[in-house]
C-alpha cells in the first residue's frame, strides 16, 4: 500500500473522529451507563448517512438523532453556509460575526444529534431571487467542489438533502439541493475535480439520495413516492423519542428564534422523496436505508471473495452484539470481556488488511470505516471501565510567548484497576512542553492522579480565529489554512493524550484524547462555561468611527478614536498613530498609551483633515499600534453567549472615510433610522445639516413639522413582521427608502433594479418595526401616527377598488431615492404637513416662507391639523393626556374633601 494512500485514510479518520467529538463536556446522555448504551449501538454498524442543507437549522434534528442515537449509524451535516446573512435575535453579530455565533451553535446542536459538521466556502449573501443567483454568486463549480470533497471524505451510503424546487421564498435551499443531486453522480466520476484525486482522496458512489423538508417541514407529502421516518418512538435511553431530542437540540439555534418549549411525546414525522439512485430502485420504500445494508459483516463487499475477511469481520460484529446483550442484562464483567475481544479482533483485522495482498480501492475502503468503528470501541470500553480523563488550562486567553499550566486528571471509577501507559500533551509545533511530574503506573479502583504541564506558546503562534476569511469581490470564502477546509474550526491547540491498558490476560492499550480547555462561571446566567485555549494578540488595536463621511472641497476635519486593550499579562506603554492617504493631515502624529494591567484599556483621539481638492471616492484610515518593535493592527470582536463556547472574530483596525459631495435644500431635516448592519447612521447630509435638526422635537400648537425625509437601511433582511410596519409620515404623498431588495411574503420574490436602489412600498404595522432609532428622530406627529394599532390604518394591496377609494396612496411608497447622489426631495402638497413627496411622483410646490429656526411659520389650527394624530371625541391625543389629568386631580380633591369633611 502506498504511502499517500495511507496518509489518506489517516486523515479521513481523524476528521472524521475529531469533528464529532469535538465538543468539551459531554451531555448526561453521554455518561456513565446510559453513554455506554448508546455507545454500543454504534459497535455492530457500518452504515453513513450525509445531510446536505444551506443553511444552519436547515437539518431535521429528530432525523439525526434517529439515524444516530437510535440506530447506531454515522451522520455527517453538510452546511454549505454559515448563515452569516440572517437575522439574529439574541446579539448584535451580523454577517461574518453572525456566521460565527452559528457555526458554534451548531456545534452545541451537534452534542445531541451526534453529527459530524461540515462547511462549503460559500457565503450567504442574504435574500435571494432565484437558483441562477445564488450560484452566480456563489459559483457553481465551486461550490460543487466543496460538497463532492464532503462526499468523498465521508463516503455515505444515503445522502438527504432539501427541495429542489419551491414555489416562494429564498432559493438557497433549492440551490443547495440541486448541488447535492449533482455531486451524488459527480463524486463519483473521477475526471471531476482530479485535484481531489491527487490529494489521496477516492471517488465513491453513494446508494441513493433523497430530497425533504427544511428544517423537518413536510413539504414532499404532495410527492407520489415518498418515504415517511417515524421520529415518534420512545428511546429508553434517550428518556424520549428521537423528535423530542431534536427538538431540544434546536433550542440552540437561539440567535434564529427557534422555538426553546419542549416537544409534546407522540409527535415527529419527516418525509423523504427518491431523487436518484445507484442501482435504480424499483417500486416503494418503507425506509431511506431499504436495500442498504448497513451491518459491519457487510463492508466484506469490498474484498469479494476473501473468505478470511469475512470470517473476521463476522467475529467483530458477533462480540460487539454480545457485549450489548451483556449491557441489557447487566452483565459488566462479561460485557468488559467482550469489548476487550471485539477491539483486540479488530485490531488484529486492520493490521491484517494493511500488509495483505488486497488492491488499493479496497484497502482505503475498509480501512477508512474500520478505524471509525475502531474508535467507537474505544470510546465504549472507556465508559465501560469507568475511566475518566480532563485537561485544564490556569488561563483560556494567552499571547504569544506566554507560559501557562495544563492540569491533566484521570479517575479509575471502575471496578477493576487499569495500567497507565502514557500521559501527554499534543501542541503545535514551535511550542514548548514540560511535563512536571510523572504519572504513575497503575490506578487502582476509585483512584485518580494528577499530571502537570508547562506549556509555552511559539512566539509566531497563529491566533485563535476563523481560517477562513470573506473574499470581497465574490461571495465566497478565502482558506487562510486550506488543511482546515470543510471543517467548523481548526482544531484545538492542546489536546491532552492518555494512553491506558484494562485489566485483561493480554495488554490491550486504548488511546483517549480530550482538549484541553479553561473553566469559568458564566456572566449573568450563571454556571459553569468551558472554552478552548485561544491565542490572541498582546495589544488589539480599535478604531472608531467604522465609517466617515468627509464632504469635499470643505477642507473637513474628522474626529477619529484608537482604543487598544492590553491581553498581556505585564504591564507596558505603546505608541499609537494613525495611516491616513497622502496629503491629509493627523493631530497629533502620535500618541503614548499606558497599560497598567491585563485588561487595561486606553483611548487615544486624533484629528483627520482632507485637502479641499480632494476629489470624491473611497479612502482608508488605518490605526497602528507599536510596543517592543512589534506593530498590531487589528483587534477582535469577542462572540460569546451561554449556550456556546466563546469564540474571536479579527478585525483590521480601519475606517472607510466617504468623501462624497452633499446638499441639502433649506429646510428640509433628513432623519435616519439606523438599520441592521448600518455602519453609516447620519452620513446622508450630515455636514450641512446639524444633528439636533434631526431629533425629535416637539410639536407646539399652531405649527406646522417641517418637512422631512426618512431613510431605512436594513441590510439584515427584516422579518416579515417587520416588513409590514407602515410609515404613516410618509404614505400620503410621503416617501420611504429601504436598502433591501426583499419582497414581502405574500408577494413572493421580485427582482432587485440594483443592488441599493430599490424602494419598498408601504405596509401596515406600527413605530417598533423602525427600528429603535426612530424615536429620536421622528417628529412627534410622526411617531404618534406610528404608534396606532395596525387596524386603524389597515391596508389591503388586492382589496378590489382600493385605488378608487384611496387615490394616490399606493403610489405614495414607490419611487427609486438615489443615495448614490443625494440631493433635496420636494415637499408635499399643502394638507400634508410632516410629509415628502415621493420621488418623481410630485411636483415641487411652490417655496414656502420659513422662520429663523428653519421650519414654517405658524398657521391656523385647521390648517395645521395632522389627520394622522386624530383620534375620535377628542381630536387629538394629547387633549385625552390632558383630559385623563383634570380627571385625576378631580378626583384626588373630591376625596381629600370627603376625607376631612366632618360629619
Known amino acids: 500500500m502506498t504511502r499517500r494512500l495511507c496518509v489518506a485514510v489517516l ?146 451510503d444515503v445522502i438527504l438533502t432539501l427541495p429542489l424546487e419551491s414555489p416562494g421564498g429564498g432559493q438557497h435551499h433549492q440551490a443547495a439541493g440541486r448541488l447535492a443531486v449533482d455531486a451524488f453522480r459527480a463524486a463519483a466520476d473521477p475526471a471531476r475535480f482530479p485535484e481531489q484525486v491527487a490529494e489521496g482522496l477516492r471517488p465513491w458512489q453513494a446508494a441513493k439520495v433523497y430530497q425533504g423538508g427544511v428544517g423537518g417541514g413536510n413539504e414532499m407529502d404532495k410527492e407520489a413516492h415518498t418515504v415517511a421516518v417515524d421520529t415518534s418512538a420512545y428511546d429508553p435511553l434517550l428518556g424520549m423519542s428521537a423528535y423530542q431530542f431534536g427538538a431540544l437540540a434546536r433550542t440552540n439555534h437561539k440567535c434564529q428564534g427557534a422555538a426553546q418549549l419542549r416537544a409534546a411525546p407522540g409527535t415527529g414525522r419527516a418525509v423523504y422523496a427518491l431523487v436518484d439512485a445507484q442501482p435504480k430502485v424499483e417500486g416503494a420504500e418503507a425506509d431511506i436505508l431499504a436495500g442498504v445494508d448497513t451491518s459491519l459483516g457487510a463492508l466484506a463487499r469490498f474484498a469479494p471473495g476473501d473468505m478470511s475477511l469475512q470470517g473476521a469481520l463476522r467475529n467483530v460484529e458477533a462480540a460487539a452484539k454480545q457485549a450489548q446483550e451483556a449491557f441489557v442484562t447487566h452483565a459488566a464483567p462479561r460485557m468488559r470481556t467482550e469489548l476487550r475481544a471485539g477491539l483486540a479482533a479488530l485490531r488484529k483485522t486492520i493490521d491484517g488488511i494493511r500488509s495483505g495482498g488486497l488492491a488499493d480501492t479496497a484497502k482505503y475502503e475498509l480501512l477508512a470505516r474500520l478505524q471509525r468503528t475502531q474508535a467507537d470501541f474505544e470510546k465504549a470500553l472507556t465508559l465501560a471501565q469507568g475511566l475518566t480523563v480532563e485537561a485544564t488550562v490556569d488561563d483560556g486567553d494567552v499571547v504569544p510567548g506566554q507560559s501557562f499550566t495544563v492540569k491533566t486528571r484521570v479517575w479509575n471509577q471502575g471496578t477493576e484497576p487499569v495500567g497507565l501507559q502514557e500521559v501527554a500533551l499534543r501542541t503545535p509545533a514551535g511550542w514548548t512542553v514540560t511535563r512536571q511530574a510523572e504519572p504513575p503506573a497503575e490506578l487502582a479502583p476509585g483512584k485518580g492522579t494528577e499530571v502537570a504541564f508547562k506549556v509555552t506558546v511559539a512566539p509566531d503562534a497563529r491566533y485563535s480565529q476563523p481560517y477562513w476569511r470573506r473574499n470581497p469581490k465574490v461571495d465566497r470564502y478565502d482558506l487562510d489554512v486550506p488543511r482546515d477546509q470543510t471543517l467548523p474550526w481548526s482544531p484545538p491547540d492542546v489536546v491532552a493524550l492518555v494512553r491506558y491498558a484494562p485489566a485483561g490476560p493480554s495488554p490491550l492499550p486504548v488511546a483517549v484524547e480530550r482538549p484541553a480547555f479553561w473553566r469559568y462561571e458564566g456572566r449573568w446566567v450563571g454556571g459553569e462555561k468551558e472554552k478552548v485555549v ?95 518593535g512589534r506593530e498590531f493592527r487589528e483587534g477582535f470582536q469577542l462572540i460569546a453567549y451561554d449556550h456556546i463556547q466563546e469564540r474571536h472574530l479579527f478585525h483590521p483596525a480601519l475606517s ?28 446622508p447630509a450630515r455636514p ?144 400634508h404637513a410632516g410629509r415628502v413627496s415621493a420621488a418623481g411622483q410630485h411636483p415641487e410646490p411652490p417655496a414656502r416662507p420659513m422662520t429663523a429656526q428653519g421650519g414654517p411659520p405658524a398657521t391656523g389650527a385647521g390648517e395645521d391639523a395632522d389627520e394622522s394624530e386624530r383620534v375620535p371625541i377628542f381630536g387629538t391625543w394629547g387633549r385625552i393626556y390632558a383630559a385623563v389629568v383634570v380627571c385625576a386631580v378631580l378626583v384626588m380633591a373630591l376625596v381629600y374633601v370627603f376625607s376631612v369633611w366632618p360629619y
Open 11 to 156: 486523515a479521513i479518520s481523524a476528521i472524521s473522529v475529531s469533528v464529532s467529538r469535538a465538543q468539551l463536556r459531554p451531555l448526561p446522555q453521554d455518561e456513565g451507563v446510559n453513554g455506554l448504551g448508546l455507545a454500543l449501538r454504534h459497535l455492530p454498524t457500518s452504515g453513513s448517512v450525509l445531510y446536505v442543507t444551506a443553511h444552519p437549522d436547515d437539518e431535521d434534528n429528530g432525523v439525526l438523532v434517529l439515524l444516530n442515537r437510535v440506530r447506531g449509524l454515522d451522520t455527517a451535516l453538510l452546511t454549505l453556509t454559515r448563515g452569516d446573512g440572517g437575522q439574529n435575535e439574541i446579539g448584535p453579530e451580523l454577517f461574518e460575526a453572525l456566521g460565527v455565533l452559528r457555526t458554534e451553535e451548531l456545534a452545541a446542536i451537534h452534542r445531541y444529534d451526534g453529527a459530524a459538521q461540515y462547511f462549503s466556502r460559500a457565503y450567504e449573501f442574504g435574500y435571494s431571487f432565484s437558483v441562477e443567483e445564488t450560484f452566480q454568486k456563489w459559483g457553481r463549480e465551486e461550490t460543487l467542489r466543496d460538497v463532492v470533497r464532503v462526499v468523498r471524505t465521508v463516503r455515505p
Open 688 to 831: 450641512q445639516r446639524p444633528s439636533a435638526g434631526l431629533r425629535a422635537r416637539r410639536r407646539a400648537r399652531g405649527r406646522a413639522v417641517p418637512p422631512f425625509a426618512l431613510v431605512r437601511w436594513a441590510l439584515g433582511g427584516p422579518r416579515k413582521a417587520a416588513r409590514r410596519q407602515p410609515l404613516h409620515a410618509v404614505s400620503g404623498g410621503g416617501h420611504r427608502r429601504a436598502c433591501h431588495g426583499r419582497g414581502s411574503a405574500d408577494e413572493g420574490p421580485r427582482p432587485r433594479p440594483s443592488v441599493l436602489h430599490h424602494a419598498e412600498p408601504h405596509r401596515g404595522g406600527g413605530l417598533g418595526g423602525m427600528g429603535p432609532g426612530a424615536r429620536h428622530v421622528l417628529p412627534r406627529a410622526a411617531r404618534s401616527a406610528l404608534r396606532r394599532p395596525p387596524r386603524l390604518r389597515r391596508s389591503v394591496p388586492e382589496e378590489p377598488g382600493r385605488e378608487a377609494r384611496h387615490p394616490g396612496r399606493r403610489a405614495g411608497g414607490e419611487g427609486n431615492v438615489d443615495l448614490c447622489r443625494p440631493g433635496p426631495l420636494a415637499a408635499a402638497p399643502r394638507g
Open 534 to 628: 485561544n491565542v490572541v494578540p498582546a495589544l488589539s488595536v480599535g478604531l472608531t468611527p467604522a465609517v466617515a463621511v468627509m464632504p469635499v472641497g470643505g477642507g473637513a476635519r474628522r474626529e477619529f478614536r484608537v482604543t487598544v486593550l492590553n491581553d498581556a499579562k505585564s504591564s507596558g506603554e505603546a505608541t499609537v498613530r494613525l495611516e491616513v492617504p497622502a496629503g491629509w493631515t493627523v493631530e497629533p502624529s502620535e500618541a503614548r498609551v499606558t497599560l497598567r494591567a491585563e485588561g487595561d484599556e486606553a483611548t487615544s483621539r486624533f484629528f483627520v483633515a482632507a485637502p479641499a481638492s480632494v476629489p470624491v471616492g473611497e479612502y482608508a484610515v488605518r490605526a497602528v499600534a507599536t510596543q517592543g
Open 656 to 683: 472607510r472615510v466617504e468623501a462624497i459631495d452633499e446638499r441639502v435644500a433649506p429646510g428640509l431635516a433628513i432623519g435616519y433610522v439606523l438599520g441592521a448592519g448600518d455602519e453609516v447612521p447620519g452620513g
